[in-house]
């Protein structure tokens, strides 16, 4: 009593300040937890954070072109793009010298491929010129400019130096550009032209589909929740695996079978043409198309569904619509103003996962989703493992991440993200 | 009135029994009946039927067999939502998405009520539970004493002449539950509502009722008001159940003008009202209340009959002394005697004579 009556810190029994031994103490708790979690944070910082970190620096990153040819850069610079004329014969002399050193380690060809994304022919000049150069003497074999153009008239196009000049600084938002079927024009930003605008179209593809995944998911998932959650433990834990089986497959196999169930003369064809609904002309298609990929996802999707609605509604006693049934409302009135409110949290919680699972999903769209049921996601493989333009694929995966946290931001503002419960 | 049979019996169960997997009877044959404004009880230990009858009468299980009958009518083929009962719950079930007000106006709305009149209802039914400043909040933002009152006020808002409370105190301490139960009987009889109140605790049951069915495997054991239960149970399970009880096993020597002479097993002979024994020779148990044996010989009631006795311990708990004795050769044997100035403190180890009045002594099934 005597320590709260004095003024000045409360002192704790040994003399030191209450509020300074009370620290000490949450300190060791702190270093404890955070010494149980540090495996689990070096392995997420190291799997997940730096792999973000690196394919957001390559899409904007672009060093090859002003480390590859540095003394062209430096030439360049006071050349006016504008002009239609092709640059001074100072700039062919630094390019020489570049690309002898360039050729010798044999970096030219990087640097034409980089070029090359964004004025197809380029990499060609690049090789060509390479193969030429490491023959020079480039200290006496002026003048240059003549030479190039020798090579290859191409050197001459002031678009190809204009590419060059656009594209040396450290920096740029070419990939993003890109990703939304825009150009770097002579004068800012412009769109490409039509036929070659992919990505707008893929984007919203992407979402439209994950869109009707997840509504479907949801029709189809509420009810079955909704029974797990109200049948007796025993026969719910039995419905239950019967939920989880498709886990136990592989994805491969369960995607493959839509694809024999599906296809023109496949299971359900086979059987409307039977039933004569449908005439053997006239088979219909669904597969690889977007009903396929819609089928098959929501097939696949349909447990992180079922998951989070099941363990919302577990929560959710029976009393409750007894209470609402003894106060007078129908069953009707009971659910929806009383256990559907309630279901919402899973709900949520089930969309946010099925809908980020699906603006992602790689696989099932490959195999069943044809040219017009293919995701956002596909291409970002394509330019990863096949044209190699991993800085455009980083882009579009940026965007993706962007996308994914817009609608996370969204749907705390509409739903309230507390209001998720995964269990 | 639809039946003149029995103009008086408002809620009444006809033969009612139920079972949930077809093997067991979890109710058999309930027959029960009660007039309008009575406040009953349905009192048992845990696992008796008393929330089954209770579900029956709501609407939420159906009887396997018998009537069931509200003012008059059998309520067997009513779906719960058009029986107008109001209902307690023991968790309160209060809508955790909705605030206290829009519980409130829940029931009225759906009766489709405006909602001048419903803001009007709804707020005169919180004033009745002193809860008229907390019409905002959210059921989670309350404490356990002020949802119950919450649930007990939407219960009541849309003025059912019937309303089911199961175990509606159970969740709050000590203080608060003697508060509320004083509160809910005041309320009950201030309306003149008919209550069907479900618990396990007989001092609540006691206190609150105008009468209590005591429940043991799914019959009523006894039907009667509180003093009656208490002072003439009609069996050794409600003389157990109901307050604290001293017994005493033996077998009938013979009855004989309206008192049994009963033989205890240690060969001790003593008097007993004869309660349900009617012939010599059937086995007994005895019971007399702790508080109607007497062993200050100067106060022992005239022509008592007495007992040997030991002192095995003396409790002291304030307003009252417990003491335990040994007595036939068995040591739970207590009596209680109120702490007044001349009151006698018996000591461990002292020889006393108890003795007490034939009528007080019960002599039961065995
Ligand atoms: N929904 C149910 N299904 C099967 N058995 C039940 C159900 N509800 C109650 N029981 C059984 O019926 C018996 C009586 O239960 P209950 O009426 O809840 O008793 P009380 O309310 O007196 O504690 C118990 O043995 C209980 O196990
Ligand atoms: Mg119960």
């Keep these: 009593m005597s320590d709260t009556t004095q003024s000045g810190p409360v002192l704790a029994a040994d003399g030191t300040p209450l509020k300074r031994s009370l620290s000490r103490a949450l300190r060791r708790q702190k270093i404890r937890a955070l010494m149980l979690i540090a495996p689990l944070l070096l392995f997420v910082l190291v799997t997940f954070i730096l ?6 620096f390559r899409s904007v990153e672009n060093q090859i072109v002003s480390e590859t040819l540095p003394r062209t850069v430096v030439a360049l610079k006071s050349w006016d793009a504008t002009s239609g004329e092709t640059p001074d014969e100072a700039v062919y002399a630094a390019l020489a010298i570049d690309l002898k050193m360039a050729a010798e380690a044999k970096l030219h060809t990087r640097v034409g491929s980089r070029l090359n994304y964004e004025k197809p022919g380029i990499s ?31 050197w001459g196009d002031p678009d190809v130096w204009s590419t060059i000049q656009t594209y040396s600084p450290k920096f740029t938002n070419g990939y993003f550009l890109n990703s939304a079927d825009m150009k770097k024009g002579a004068d800012g930003p412009e769109w490409r032209p039509e036929d070659e605008q992919i990505y707008w179209l893929l984007l919203k593809r992407t979402m439209f589909m994950s869109m009707a995944i997840t509504l479907s998911c949801i029709a189809l998932a509420y009810p079955v929740a909704w029974i797990l959650a109200n049948l007796p433990a025993r026969t719910s834990n039995m419905l239950m695996i019967l939920v989880l089986l498709p886990f136990w497959t592989s994805l491969l196999v369960r995607t493959s079978a839509w694809k024999v169930m599906l296809q023109q003369q496949g299971v359900i064809n086979d059987t409307l043409v039977w039933l004569g609904l449908v005439g053997d002309d006239a088979r219909l298609a669904m597969i690889n198309n977007q009903f396929g990929t819609i089928v098959t996802m929501t097939h696949i999707l349909l447990p992180f569904m079922i998951l989070p609605m099941y363990s919302v509604m577990k929560t959710i006693q029976p009393t409750y619509l007894r209470a609402a049934k003894s106060l ?32 992602g999903y790689y696989i099932t769209p490959e195999l069943v989703g044809g040219t017009k049921g293919v995701f956002i996601s596909n291409r970002i493989a394509y330019h990863i493992s096949t044209s190699l333009n991993w800085g455009l694929a980083a882009a579009l995966g940026a965007i993706l991440l962007a996308l994914v946290l817009i609608l996370y931001w969204a749907y705390d503002k509409i739903v309230g993200i507390d209001n998720v419960k995964l269990g | 009135m639809a039946d003149v049979s029995n103009l008086d ?84 079930a209060l809508f955790p998405h909705m605030t206290i007000a829009e519980n409130l106006s ?18 005169r039914a919180l004033d009745m539970v002193e809860m008229g400043a907390f019409g905002g909040r959210r059921p989670s933002q309350l404490s356990g004493g002020q949802q119950q009152r919450i649930a007990l006020a939407r219960a009541l808002v849309f003025e059912p002449e019937l309303v089911l ?66 002072e003439e149970p009609q069996n050794s399970f409600v003389a157990q159940f109901i307050g604290e009880n001293n017994t005493l096993e033996g077998v009938v020597k013979e009855i004989k003008g309206g008192t049994a002479l009963v033989q205890l097993d240690n060969g001790d002979l003593i008097d007993a009202k004869p309660v349900n024994v009617s012939k010599a020779g059937e086995r ?29 311990e003396f409790i002291y ?39 007490w009045l034939a009528d007080d002594c019960r002599a039961l099934d065995a």
């Design chain 1, 51 to 56: 792999p973000i970190g690196d394919m957001l």
């Design chain 1, 124 to 154: 060609s000049l690049f090789r060509k010129a390479g193969r030429q150069v490491k023959k020079w003497d480039v200290e006496n074999d002026g003048p240059y400019k003549a030479r190039f153009l020798d090579l290859h008239k191409g």
């Design chain 1, 328 to 359: 007078g409302a129908t069953n009707w009135t009971a659910f929806w103003r009383v256990y559907f409110p309630q279901s919402v949290p899973g709900i949520g919680a089930g969309s946010i996962l099925v809908f980020i699972l699906s603006i």
């Design chain 2, 9 to 92: 019996a408002f809620v009444e169960f006809e033969r009612v029994q139920k079972s949930y997997d077809g093997e067991n009877l979890v109710v058999k044959d309930l027959n029960l009946s009660m007039p309008k404004g009575e406040f009953l009880t349905m009192l048992g230990p845990s696992g008796s039927g008393k929330t089954t009858c209770l579900m029956m009468l709501a609407g939420f299980e159906t009887a396997t067999h018998g009537d069931i009958r509200l003012g008059g009518t059998s309520i067997n083929n009513i779906p719960p939502h058009k029986r107008g009962i109001g209902m307690v719950f023991q968790n309160y």
């Design chain 2, 106 to 123: 829940f029931p009225l709305e759906v009766r489709k009520m405006g909602k001048t009149d419903r803001e009007v209802k709804v707020m």
């Design chain 2, 165 to 230: 409370m199961d175990e509606p105190l159970g969740a709050l301490d000590k203080q608060l539950r003697e508060k509320m139960q004083f509160e809910i009987t005041h309320l009950a009889h201030r309306l003149g509502i008919t209550v069907v109140y479900v618990t396990h605790d007989q001092t609540e049951a006691l206190t609150m009722s105008d009468r209590v069915a005591v429940f043991e495997d799914g019959r009523i054991q006894q039907l009667d008001p509180p003093d009656k239960l208490y």
């Design chain 2, 284 to 312: 007994t148990r005895v019971s007399i209340r702790p508080e109607r044996v007497e062993f200050n010989k100067d106060r022992m009631p005239e022509g008592a009959h007495t007992l040997k006795a030991e002192v095995m």
């Design chain 2, 317 to 355: 708990m304030g307003d009252i002394f417990r003491t335990r004795l040994r007595v036939a050769g068995k040591d739970d044997f207590f009596v209680k005697t109120r702490n007044a100035p001349d009151q006698e403190r018996l000591v461990p180890g002292q020889e006393i004579e108890i003795g």
